[in-house]
């Protein structure tokens, strides 16, 4: 097995011996600038360490954030009845009818709306309420029987901070959101006053990260479940800590254990300890959230094919590959889509046909040579390499944040399209984790579940959960 502390097990994989020597000598440049070695992890975890802690104290910019969710009890499996549920993505916006069955099993009805570029930019509580409007018109739904609005679970993937379960500020917009007057506001308030101005009927009951709607499902069907991971268009955490481990919790019970959402895209905010290559520099420069999110920039789906543009581009112009040229299409910024990443890494044909398709036909660019495939999928490879070695450093991170726990086993929820989709991609989070956590701990105890569309059905746990107690104290 390579030795993954040798600078030159990251190096020699990427190398060209049929190219030139000038572009070996950049393909080695650029493969160590994306290394992250095992001793590079141990940093990261350690600093994750000392980030958690302080988070956990304080509201601190450096720090990572840590906030308390209100979420405190963990599911049983045994929960049963129909939610709404609504989950706004970075992506898309789901609406759900979920049922949970009671038997650790569920089903869901659900409409995905694409949330177009106008609604990311301006007018999203009105896209939000009208895609709503219309799935209670397709189902035909209505109110329960002296009630006056249907209570439903509402799953939001942007940093919040809580201040109830059915209230949030939001702290910024990441993920090419920019919709103007919601910095610092209550999100349920803004979806809500659009649901009146369209007359919706739904009441907003929860309001929860899709990190904990992910743990939550998960949890739902494995009750050993300790974290919830979204690895998708953006990326982020949420785990079990006790409240007795959260100093800047306010409230009164301090005996038992809440959900915490990390928002580890935020980590390293100070640049300390990240390996930055000047690809990664490029793409912060340019994006509205200058300087914020750094972690998720080399992590998640929405970035990562940027990162490899930035890098082929800087190989085109030294004229190293595609002869010189570039394409319209390919000069433009977030054109090289991340699942191209994918078709690209997983093109095993002699001649690379699957790249060439993806090169000359969706972008456009002029003939290419076999070496030029060859360069691309190489410079792809580190990216991705770089993007899972550091997935499993945080998660390894939280789980040893938590050491007692690991002596039994542990479930972890996990959903997004890099987790489904990027070629290998679970299969490497085991073998870095084994590194970090232990062989031992990883291949008996450790469990990695795909909670699909565990955003929204989490809601919906959730939800449940809140409507039951407020039914009780009614
Ligand atoms: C957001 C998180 C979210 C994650 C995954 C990040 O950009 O800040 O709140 O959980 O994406 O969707």
């Not at 956990?56 to 049983?76: F, H, N, Q, S």
């Not at 702290?171 to 919709?179: A, I």
């Not at 390894?396 to 050491?403: D, N, T």
Request: hydrophobic share 40%; aromatic share 8%; glycine share 8%.
């Amino acid at each position: 097995m390579a030795d993954m502390n040798d600078i030159q097990s990251f190096i020699q994989p990427y190398l060209v011996p049929e190219g030139s020597a000038e572009l070996n000598k950049n393909l080695e440049a650029m493969a160590a600038s994306f290394a992250v070695t095992d001793d590079k992890i141990r940093e990261i975890i350690k600093g994750f360490h000392a980030s958690m802690k302080a988070g956990l104290e304080r509201d601190d910019k450096d720090a990572l954030p840590m906030i308390p969710t209100y979420v405190c009890g963990r599911p049983t499996g045994k929960e049963t009845g129909t939610f709404l549920a609504l989950d706004l993505g970075g992506t898309n916006l789901r609406v759900c009818q979920v049922t949970l069955n009671g038997d650790t099993t569920y089903s869901l009805v659900q409409q995905k709306f694409t949330i177009t570029q106008e609604a990311k930019e301006s007018r999203l509580w009105d896209f939000i309420a009208e895609c709503v409007g219309v799935f209670l018109e397709e189902h035909d739904l209505h109110p329960p029987t002296g009630r006056r609005s249907i209570p439903c679970g509402y799953t939001f993937s942007f940093p919040i901070f809580q201040t109830s379960i059915a209230s949030g500020n939001l702290s910024m917009w990441n993920k090419g959101f920019t919709v103007p007057n919601s910095v610092a506001r209550d999100v349920v308030n803004l979806t809500q006053s659009a649901f009146q101005r369209h007359h919706v009927p739904v009441e907003v009951v929860a309001i929860l990260n899709d990190t904990v709607g992910t743990l939550m499902t998960s949890g739902y069907s494995h009750p050993d479940t300790q974290m919830g991971i979204i690895f998708g268009t953006g990326t982020n955490a949420a785990y079990w800590e006790k409240l007795e481990n959260i100093p800047k919790w306010v409230g009164e019970d301090r005996s038992g254990e809440m959900v915490v959402n990390l928002e580890w895209g935020a980590f390293d905010n100070a640049t300390k300890v990240l390996p930055y290559t000047p690809h990664d520099n490029k793409l912060n420069r340019k994006s509205p959230n200058h300087g914020l999110q750094v972690y998720e920039k080399m992590i998640s789906g929405l970035f990562l094919g940027e990162v490899a543009r930035n890098a082929v581009l800087a190989l085109v112009d030294q004229r190293l590959v595609f002869n010189g040229r570039s394409s319209d299409i390919f000069n433009k910024s977030y054109t090289f889509d991340t699942a191209y990443m994918s078709e690209i890494v997983s093109d095993e044909t002699p001649d690379l046909s699957v790249v060439q398709t993806v090169l000359e036909s969706t972008l456009d660019i002029p003939l290419t040579t076999l070496l030029d495939r060859k360069v691309v999928k190489n410079v792809c490879n580190m990216i991705g390499t770089r993007g899972v070695r550091l997935s499993a450093a945080a998660m390894s991170a939280v789980l040893l944040a938590r050491p007692e726990l690991l002596t039994n086993t542990v479930s972890v929820g996990i959903d997004g399209s890099m987790y489904q989709f990027y070629p290998n991609f679970e299969r490497d989070l085991y073998t870095v984790s084994r590194v970090f956590l232990g062989e031992d701990f990883v291949d008996n105890r450790l469990k990695l579940h795909l909670a699909k569309d565990g955003s929204g059905v989490g809601a919906a746990i959730v939800a449940m959960t809140v409507d039951r107690d407020r039914e009780h104290h009614a």
